[in-house]
């Protein structure tokens, strides 16, 4: 198990971690989310000691992390993290061995992994020639090369066409089904609800949720979606105490109703706008976990 | 045959190197307890090796490399060669003679072989005749015995090369023995007065020992350290800027310490630099053996084995300085920026000793740059050429070099631990200065 414990960190006047705390179990896929300039990164590079900490500790399994259990872990940057002008292969390689492979064990896991990543074909090629997404692919790989305890990945899925986000998916879930502990933020959040089983979410620093998607999904007030011929846009549902309008989606109106509000009002005045094809309860999406957690 | 010491010393050399290679390629095998399968402990020289033997096989493999290699050992090869095309022994001239009585024929003969030249001497009927085979090329020179010598073109004062060598020890023999005959002296006389020798002057202080030989062998040593410091000092500061630009530097140091990755890329770049220099030399000395070129003959061979001393120092201590400069920048024209107050005392290190070894005299100027380390590996062995160099005062240099090395590496790791992870700008020292001390 992964343990942020009490973490902060000022550059200068800006606060990036304020006490933040959390744990990230192994067995799961878990993601890290939060606004931009929350603190994502420097907590992420805080488990490799990129950072410093004003306060504040991380610890694997209990005990803080140095660098032999930093030699087991895998870290993906958010940008590049590979040298340009070297062959995929020889990369791969190098990487696994400074990992503390053998040369003979980390050309065979190179291997597997770009023929699983579906890259193996360019091998011998410079970084820089590969295309956005077989680079992410070899990105990926490069922490996996040496079959870690723990993956840290900071938007591995940004800029991924759909066929290489569920190639990355399946490995992350992959992993963490093989008792690996899986860590990595993204800002897209629907790709997260069917990734993860548990979320972090943090803003200015600070922790503000923190559970399984099920748990956050099913928490907070009822919701329900409405949908109502010929008010696409939900101007019905606007003014009715006790019910706030989430989100607008494809006609589908998503409302919040207080512990007070009945949901009869609402149908009454869902019926006075227009034929209604769709009046449900709902779980939270994970979009709107995060939006009334950061305050957006 | 004589060859054959240089020629084993070189592949012996080769050898050591690719032994060196595949050791910290290989490295050790054995295993660390708690970890996975295909993990191993670690190496003999650890992760610094590894970084070491990346950064070797990567500039090895490069392009770049191995064109400049090639345009090295051209260089090397013509600089070596070409003199001994100018002044070789077996040149052979032809020289036309013109009314010349017989005595003058073997009084020619004796004054090639002591320039080192072999002459055949063809009689022209007249000067005319002569003259015509002279500009058609077919002979190199005429002696008329009437007291004239022709050549095709002026030679200069500066000329050195056998050809014109022979030509003025001609004309001052002759012009001699024309005196000779007119005061008079028998031909016993004569010849007693041509083998006069001067009489030998005695300095108080010993001799300093420098000939041409070692200047010339220190001039090259000046340019080769030059080229090769530029060129590797250059792939430092690139290399670490472009770790910091790719962010593979976090990758990086996610395992390794930055001490180990900074001395890691110091050493293989290093290590390239040493191969490089040390084939070039010893491609030098056996190529100069084959030849009879002058570069292994008198105190030349110390010259050399000086310029490879301070190649190394050079290196040592510059490279740190550019690591560190290479880690506060994170794009190319920042780093522009930081190439001109990095190389100048290099460039004025170099340009004061490549003046002072043209001149033919150490300036105080030199000698004084001799003792300080970013000037000493040009001025030091500048020094050792003209022979100004004791071996307690070439020691010194050294222990001053190293001394200051080990300071400036200390400083620079710091700079560097501190620097290659800051993003978004160039970092400024100023910036770096209240965390340097912690």
């Not at chain 2, 630009?245 to 990758?251: N, P, Q, T």
């Not at chain 2, 003046?355 to 300036?363: D, F, M, N, P, R």
């Amino acid at each position: 198990m992964l343990e942020f414990d009490g973490l902060s960190r000022r550059f200068g006047p800006v606060t990036a971690l304020d006490d933040l705390s959390f744990s990230v179990p192994s067995g799961q896929v878990v993601g890290f989310l939060g606004p931009n300039g929350a603190g994502k990164t420097t907590t992420m590079r805080a488990v490799f000691g990129l950072t410093d900490l004003d306060a504040g500790s991380v610890r694997w399994n209990g005990v803080p992390i140095g660098a032999t259990q930093r030699r087991r872990f895998g870290y993906m940057p958010e940008e590049r993290g590979l040298y340009p002008n070297m062959l995929v292969a020889d990369q791969l390689g190098y990487l696994g061995r400074l990992h503390g492979m053998d040369r003979h064990s980390a050309a065979v896991a190179t291997k597997q992994w770009l023929e699983r990543l579906d890259v193996a074909d360019r091998s011998t090629s410079k970084v820089e020639t590969l295309s956005h997404g077989n680079q992410q692919r070899v990105q990926l790989a490069a922490p996996l090369v040496h079959d870690p305890e723990m993956l840290v990945l900071d938007e591995p899925l940004s800029g991924l066409d759909p066929t290489g986000i569920d190639a990355i998916g399946e490995v992350l879930v992959e992993q963490a089904r093989a008792g690996r502990c899986v860590l990595f933020s993204s800002h897209q959040l629907d790709l997260v609800e069917d990734l993860c089983e548990s979320v972090a979410i943090i803003d200015r620093g600070r922790l503000v949720a923190r559970g399984t998607v099920d748990e956050l999904a099913t928490s907070g007030a009822r919701r329900l979606a409405v949908r109502v011929d010929g008010d696409r846009q939900g101007s019905w549902a606007q003014g009715i105490p006790g019910v706030t309008v989430s989100e607008i989606d494809g006609g589908e109106v998503r409302l919040v109703l207080d512990d007070s509000t009945d949901s009869d009002v609402v149908l009454d005045a869902a019926r006075s706008a227009g034929r209604v094809t769709e009046f449900v309860f709902v779980r939270r999406r994970l979009s709107e976990v995060f939006r009334e957690t950061v305050g957006q | 045959m004589k060859a054959l010491p240089f020629i084993l010393a070189a592949v012996a050399v080769v050898l050591l190197v690719r032994f060196g290679l595949r050791r910290i390629g290989r490295g050790r095998s054995s295993r660390l307890g708690g970890l996975p399968g295909g993990l191993r402990g670690r190496r003999l020289l650890g992760d610094t090796g590894l970084v070491a033997g990346r950064e070797i096989r990567e500039r090895l493999r490069g392009r770049v490399f191995r064109v400049v290699t090639i345009i090295l050992f051209a260089v090397v090869a013509a600089a070596v060669v070409i003199p001994t095309i100018h002044t070789g022994t077996t040149t052979r001239q032809k020289v036309g003679v013109v009314a010349g009585p017989p005595a003058l024929d073997s009084e020619l003969q004796k004054l090639a072989t002591a320039v080192g030249l072999r002459v055949e001497l063809v009689h022209e009927p007249d000067l005319s005749a002569a003259r015509a085979a002279l500009s058609a090329g077919y002979l190199n020179m005429v002696v008329d015995g009437s007291g004239t010598i022709l050549v095709e073109n002026p030679i200069s004062d500066t000329d050195t090369s056998a050809g014109a060598r022979y030509v003025r020890a001609v004309a001052t023999a002759l012009g001699a023995q024309q005196a000779f005959a007119r005061a008079g002296l028998t031909p016993e006389q004569a010849a007693a007065v041509a083998e006069a020798k001067p009489w030998p002057v005695e300095s108080v202080h010993p001799s300093k020992g420098a000939t041409t030989t070692e200047e010339a062998t220190a001039l090259i040593g000046v340019i080769l350290i030059f080229i090769i410091l530029t060129q590797y000092l250059s792939w430092i500061l690139m290399g670490v800027m472009e770790e910091k630009a790719s962010r593979v530097i976090e990758v990086l140091l996610a395992t390794v310490r930055p001490g180990q990755l900074l001395a890691g890329k110091v050493a293989g770049i290093g290590a390239v630099a040493l191969l490089q220099a040390v084939s070039l030399v010893a491609f030098a000395l056996v190529l100069a053996k084959v030849v009879g070129a002058n570069l292994v003959q008198g105190a030349a061979p110390l010259v050399v084995a000086a310029t490879l001393v301070w190649l190394v120092l050079g290196y040592a201590f510059y490279s740190w300085v550019y690591a560190a400069a290479g880690s506060l920048a994170e794009r190319q024209d920042q780093v522009q920026s930081l190439v001109l107050p990095l190389s100048a005392p290099l460039i004025f290190g170099y340009i004061v000793s490549l003046i002072g070894v043209s001149s033919g005299s150490a300036s105080l100027l030199v000698k004084v740059l001799a003792y300080l380390p970013p000037t000493a590996p040009f001025a030091m062995p500048t020094l050792v050429g003209f022979g100004e160099a004791t071996w307690w005062q070439f020691l010194l240099s050294v222990a001053v070099s190293v001394a200051c090395t080990a300071l400036v590496a200390l400083v620079a790791a710091r700079v560097y631990r501190t620097a290659v992870l800051r993003t978004g700008g160039r970092v400024r020292l100023r910036e770096l200065v209240p965390t340097l001390g912690k």
